[in-house]
């Protein structure tokens, strides 16, 4: 069982930057993929990105690629969201995944989330 907890979100103005941190509990989180997900008002959960559990390879949704860069640490069981040039379609609640047994990208394969952390983006 692997229990996330997100921080680091906040209100910021656009093309600013923010961390987010995904703090996990759980012997073998450094043995699955972690990704963010978010999910705005009214909108579906989409991807942002992913990283694999060892000599990380990322992934990024195309609406983030160039901005966000996702990484983790497995030693201290953290993951974390760095996000530069905000913008407000940025504005989310972002989500911390772990352990996927389907798509990378497809939230309904990932068996451990966090509970969350707003973003906002004012323009």
């Known amino acids: 069982q692997v229990q996330l907890v997100e921080s680091g979100g906040g209100l910021v103005q656009a093309g600013g930057s923010l961390r987010l941190s995904c703090a996990a509990s759980?012997?073998?989180?450094?043995?699955?993929?972690v990704a963010w997900f978010r999910q705005a008002p009214g909108k579906t959960r989409e991807f942002v990105a992913w990283?694999?559990?060892?000599?990380?390879?990322?992934k990024y949704a195309e609406s983030v690629a160039g901005r966000f860069i996702i990484a983790r640490n497995n030693a201290e069981n953290t993951a974390s969201l760095q996000m530069s040039g905000l913008k407000p379609e940025d504005t989310a609640v972002y989500y911390c995944a772990a352990y996927s047994t389907g798509r990378y990208d497809s939230g309904k394969d990932w068996h451990y989330w966090g509970q969350g952390t707003q973003v906002t983006v004012s323009s």
């Open positions: 759980g012997r073998r989180f450094s043995s699955y993929s």
């Open positions: 990283i694999s559990w060892t000599n990380p390879e990322t």
